[in-house]
Every structure is written in C-alpha cells, then in structure tokens.
T-cell receptor
Framework: DQQVKQNSPSLSVQEGRISILNCDYTNSMFDYFLWYKKYPAEGPTFLIS?????DKNEDGRFTVFLNKSAKHLSLHIVPSQPGDSAVYFC???????????????FGPGTRLSVLP | GAVVSQHPSRVICKSGTSVKIECRSL??????MFWYRQFPKKSLMLMAT?????????EQGVEKDKFLINHASLTLSTLTVTSAHPEDSSFYIC?????????????FGPGTRLTVL
C-alpha cells in the first residue's frame, strides 16, 4: 500500500501559467514534507519543504501548501518555465527526536512538461 | 511497482569501524543508482552516482575514500562508510533508475539509519 501517492503521472502546462502538482499521504504520523525535482540521468535535487506546523511555505516561484486534515499537499510553480520540465517527487517523513528523518517515503513522481 | 530495498535498516557501530550498506533493486535492473545523505530537518544531499561496471561519480565535497561505492551488478550497489566517526551518523538513502525506451523512473529505498558511537 503506497503511503505517498502522486496520482498524476504526467502534467503539461503552457509557459507562464501555473503548474500544480499534487501529493496525498496516508500516514498521519508524517510531519515533514519535501519536494524534489529530477532531470533525466541526474539525481533528484531538493526544491522546498514544509513542516506540519505550517500550511504554506513559499520560495520564489515555488509554493507548497499543506492540508493536514485532507492529508494532501501541493506544489505550485508560478510562472512555469520550460526549464521546470522535469519529474517532481514528493516525500514525507516523520522526524525523529534528533531531527533526522524516519520512515522517509517518496511518491512515484509526476512528470511536468512546460510547453513554450 | 518496482521495489528498492536497503540493508540494514538501522546500524549502530563504534567509531573507527567500517559499515556497509546495500541497495538492491528487487524486480528490475538498474544501470544507475544514487546515494543520498539526509541532514537534520533538511533535504537529501546527493553523494554520488553509482554506475554498474564503472567507478562512481562523486558530488563535490564528498570524500571518495571515506564513502566507497561499488555497483557490482545491475541489481546491487553498496556504500561503505570507512573508519566511521560520530559526524557520519545520518540517514542514508539510495535510489535506482528504471529506464525504458520512453521513461526514466526513479525508485527510492527506505533508507538506512547509521549511528556511530
């Protein structure tokens, strides 16, 4: 049973518009969430994170929203650029007391294509 | 779906000893595997790219002699932390790439928690 789901395997968006990538989780013990971006033949790179005490975190064009009651988070990219075309993974973790992750689980990824 | 396993899931060792962590792709062949280290409340840091049959490619700042990577087969990569010290205590995660003619999909292992006393 997948603990972290990204139900859209792919998404296409026009350049300049908003990209919204969704992620759902089932384990209510998760309290820290991260988004990663991956280009072909490269490892994922960290984008943005949010802890469960917040419902929004913004960094430039990237904003992550967390809805704990719905166990849902989303990544918004505004405005979308062709260079944003990549696979996006969401990950969930429950922080151990020493702040290292435990039960660190990744979703299957969503492939975003930003069309010029 | 494809599964990636890591062994062990947790390891505690004394300072100065070496620890080997295995990453296996259970139902697919992975020509490329990646090794990451997680820092407290932060993102995963990519340590190295492990290619089957050739030397690993290390990221800047990662000591090659400290973190030995071997990718002996298409389903197994190992990370050996040599002469471990308490500052090496961390959460290590691997991922494996499943490549088809049209896709390049990444599957992550569950991670290994290393504690060096």
């Amino acid at each position: 049973d997948q603990q972290v789901k990204q139900n859209s395997p792919s998404l296409s968006v026009q350049e300049g518009r908003i990209s919204i990538l969704n992620c759902d989780y089932t384990n209510s013990m998760f309290d820290y969430f991260l988004w990663y971006k991956k280009y072909p033949a490269e490892g994922p790179t960290f984008l943005i994170s949010i802890s469960s005490i917040k419902d929004k975190n913004e960094d430039g064009r990237f904003t992550v929203f967390l809805n704990k009651s719905a166990k849902h988070l989303s990544l918004h990219i505004v405005p979308s650029q062709p260079g944003d075309s990549a696979v996006y993974f969401c990950a969930a973790s429950s922080l151990a007391p020493d702040n290292y992750g435990q039960n660190f689980v990744f979703g299957p990824g969503t492939r975003l294509s930003v069309l010029p | 779906g494809a599964v990636v396993s890591q062994h062990p899931s947790r390891v505690i060792c004394k300072s100065g000893t070496s620890v080997k962590i295995e990453c296996r792709s259970l139902d697919f062949q992975a020509t490329t595997m990646f090794w990451y280290r997680q820092f407290p409340k932060k993102s995963l840091m990519l340590m190295a790219t492990s290619n089957e049959g050739s030397k690993a490619t290390y990221e800047q700042g990662v000591e090659k002699d400290k973190f030995l990577i071997n990718h002996a087969s298409l389903t197994l990569s190992t990370l050996t932390v040599t002469s471990a010290h308490p500052e090496d205590s961390s959460f290590y995660i691997c991922s494996a790439t499943l490549q088809t003619t049209s896709t390049d999909t990444q599957y992550f292992g569950p991670g290994t928690r290393l504690t060096v006393l």
